[in-house]
């Protein structure tokens, strides 16, 4: 048993954990491993968005983003999802993973230009990043051997860690825990600058990406995933993309990612908070996550140790200056921008 | 909104809430205030256990304790109940309430003779006894009109307090954890003094009575309520009876309440835990609890601000030296005996 904070984040405390020293959870779970020389990583979401039919521009710009991912500086990995947003419009997002922020801002520069700095015929285009220092971050996983996201670009997974299966555990999980309650500060305000719409996010916004992976379930664990998990889950995820302002998510996407040549079986809910504490209240105590949960643990009890449903996610305190969020020919709820004053078409 | 916290009993922290200081509840929940002057409560369980019909001496020694309860320096208030235990044996507890040591010592000393001093046929006889300083015990109750337990023995209700409706409100209620994390200190060891089984606690031991009240439902939702909810309630408890040990919890009651001439619309479950640690992993994940949870939330969306059950709990985390327990003619795992060597009959 190892503690999920790497004993070179390790800080004196002025908060406690929420579970004593003693503590042992009921299953194993792990995380990712940076090398200790990694001090940043960054998560870039870059998107198109369009209605109905993909417009050719569509095409291009997935084209072109990955060439640009393949190009010098880029990514160590990226993956790719779809999701339908409230506004009825398709949305594919490619994501990409650094684990060194020179390279990826050498990198950035021309790429941002390339992907917001000019409109597409009936094409959207947005990018929102993270670099957030290690300290502000943290993953989990149900079993070490498969690492999606930013863990791909780590350096392994841990052994079993102790924090986690406790409400509070992702919280203890993020070594700046440690010493600072990562209150948010501020509101996220809407910068124009001529077509692009910037939003300037503020302090402690929080990003969550929780994923499911049902490719490795025999048909009887996917019957159930999909019949009794799946359909709890997504009326959650449309909860919070349709509602979730009011409690503190400023934006939700349950996205399905989207393998080579077809769609996977693999899923995940990426969502934008005010706040970890907001994104603890929904898990902890709304009734839409209560189902959720509900559904996975009588799930996972039902099937024990030979479940092969895979859990991960991964979540990020950022600081103010940690954070980029752009938009051009989006909707006006694309993404922040449903955080900020609405916006004229 | 008010902390649950009463003024008189803030001290300087060491730890920190679980929730920032602008959290704002879903729902209002209220908690029991004591005059300033009360330092301690006091909580005393006087129980019979018998097998079958009820023996003549059950019937007597009701009528005892009620006649003590009556006499100079007896509680404030008392309440009966009754539950049938994991060895099939039916058991009536008897509940008094004290706001005053000194006067519950005076009272105590004979009282225990009577009740624990001599065998009576065919009928065991118990005592459980918390006398918690104000520091370790916290109440909440879901309406603030109808006191339980022991607030009945309170000045009155707070206003509606802040604590509530996360994971950790029970903790952060607790004055004791501004400061203290409430550890468990030892195990329990068991006392042979002739005929009486003494159990001798251990620092931070947790006791919490947590009741419904379905009393003032109408038709619908009391279909609803013992349909949906209770038999979940009932199987959550029978776990924490039957196979409750390995998680720290070291017995438990599902009792009803009994009315003068008959059974009332009210329950409450009474446990005896390892810490309050202990209890909090449970409440929070173990699937029993889960369940429980899952049922109580969905009963009070459907109804909303209409729903008449009421819930209301009271949780002590006693010093060493606040505990007394004392059985003469009990089958070996009632109450407290549950969590030391096995007794011979």
């Not at 390790?10 to 001090?39: C, G, I, L, M």
């Not at 990514?75 to 990409?96: F, L, T």
């Not at 005010?274 to 509900?294: D, Q």
């Amino acid at each position: 048993m190892e503690s999920a904070i790497p004993a070179h984040l390790e800080t004196p405390r002025t908060r406690h954990k929420r579970v004593p020293d003693d503590y042992q959870p009921p299953y194993p779970s792990f995380v990712a491993r940076y090398k200790p020389a990694v001090s940043r990583v960054v998560m870039a979401y870059f998107g198109i968005q369009y209605h109905g039919e993909a417009p050719t521009a569509a095409t291009g710009a997935l084209k072109e983003i990955a060439g640009l991912f393949a190009g010098v500086g880029g990514p160590s990995h990226w993956d790719r999802a779809h999701y339908v947003d409230q506004a009825g419009r398709e949305n594919i997002v490619s994501v990409a993973y650094w684990d060194d922020v020179a390279r990826f801002d050498a990198w950035f520069a021309p790429a941002r230009e390339a992907w917001t700095g000019r409109v597409r015929e009936d094409l959207g285009t947005f990018i929102e990043v993270l670099r957030p220092a290690v300290a502000r971050h943290e993953t989990l996983f149900s079993s070490p051997d498969r690492p999606e996201g930013v863990a791909v670009i780590a350096d392994g997974m841990s052994g079993e860690v102790q924090e986690h299966a406790y409400w509070g555990g992702m919280r203890d999980r993020i070594p700046l825990s440690q010493a600072d309650a990562m209150a948010p500060g501020g509101a996220p305000e809407l910068i124009r600058d001529g077509a692009r719409l910037r939003v300037k996010g503020h302090d402690n916004l929080c990003l969550i990406r929780s994923g499911q992976d049902w490719s490795d379930t025999e048909p009887s664990e996917r019957k159930l995933y999909l019949d009794d998990v799946e359909p709890v889950l997504r009326e959650g995820m449309d909860f919070l993309r349709d509602d979730g302002l009011a409690i503190g998510c400023y934006a939700n996407r349950y996205m399905r990612v989207l393998a080579a040549d077809s769609v996977s079986e693999k899923s995940y809910g990426q969502s934008w908070w005010k706040s970890l504490a907001a994104l603890e209240r929904w898990a902890e105590s709304h009734p839409t996550h209560v189902k959720i949960f509900g559904a996975a643990m009588k799930y996972l009890s039902t099937l024990g140790p030979s479940a092969k449903l895979r859990l991960y996610h991964e979540v990020t305190v950022a600081a103010a200056d940690e954070q980029f969020f752009e938009y051009l020919n989006c909707h006006p709820k694309t993404g922040m921008l449903a955080a900020v004053e609405t916006v004229g078409a």
